[in-house]
């Protein structure tokens, strides 16, 4: 199975929700997509018979359980894996013969390689086209990213990063996206991390002027 086109098919849409969700409903997944709740129970058999998903009841209130669905260890191998542990490794090398600048100096070229790479695909004059245009960047590195607007501002969710475990250790691996938001939306903070176990990494950003960067 080739993961870019199965991640196009409604099985990998439902995938990709899943490891956005956590967990969800036949149901819930059929408003997502505006499509029937059976022709998702359809493509759910299928991935329960791949190995992919399991079923679980889980009592939402005082009616009777609803039966959710969510992803196997083996549905983790669909999206990018092993890059975490080699970079950890090499950091961790870098680290101990050349010291903590060395890291610092190697993800401060990172960035501006980023920015440079960003700025040519996020080029919208309107604020939120722009976080838009960041999300849909990210999706194409391999994150299931999203955003939605909040008070003043916008907010994006990483649901998997391909680095998150690398992270943990190495705080320099996060700085690249910061850099990124920081030169094409505009100024934000973090207030949630997948290295610091939480459930996805939340940017919450303010542009103060339309097309200002």
Excluded: W
Aim: charged share 30%.
């Amino acid at each position: 199975m080739h993961a870019d086109r199965f991640f196009q098919t409604t099985r990998g849409k439902i995938v990709s929700e899943l490891r956005r969700r956590g967990s969800a409903s036949a149901a819930d997944l059929a408003r997502s997509f505006g499509l029937s709740p059976n022709a998702v129970r359809q493509q759910l058999v299928v991935l329960e018979r791949d190995g992919l998903v399991a079923e679980r009841p889980v009592r939402r209130g005082p009616t009777k359980p609803t039966y959710e669905f969510s992803l196997t260890p083996d549905a983790d191998k669909l999206f990018p894996q092993g890059y975490d542990k080699m970079l950890t490794a090499v950091l961790r090398e870098l680290r101990s013969q050349f010291g903590t600048p060395a890291v610092e100096q190697i993800f401060a070229g990172l960035s501006r390689r980023a920015i440079e790479r960003a700025r040519r695909s996020i080029t919208a004059e309107d604020p939120e086209q722009r976080v838009a245009q960041l999300t849909e960047m990210l999706r194409k590195g391999g994150v299931v990213a999203e955003y939605n607007l909040i008070d003043g501002g916008f907010a994006l969710h990483e649901h998997c990063c391909p680095y998150s475990d690398a992270a943990k250790e190495n705080p320099e691996v996060c700085q690249v996206i910061h850099h990124v938001i920081d030169e094409t939306i505009g100024e934000h903070v973090q207030t949630e991390s997948l290295a610091h176990g939480g459930k996805e990494c939340r940017f919450e950003m303010r542009p103060a002027v339309a097309g200002s960067k």
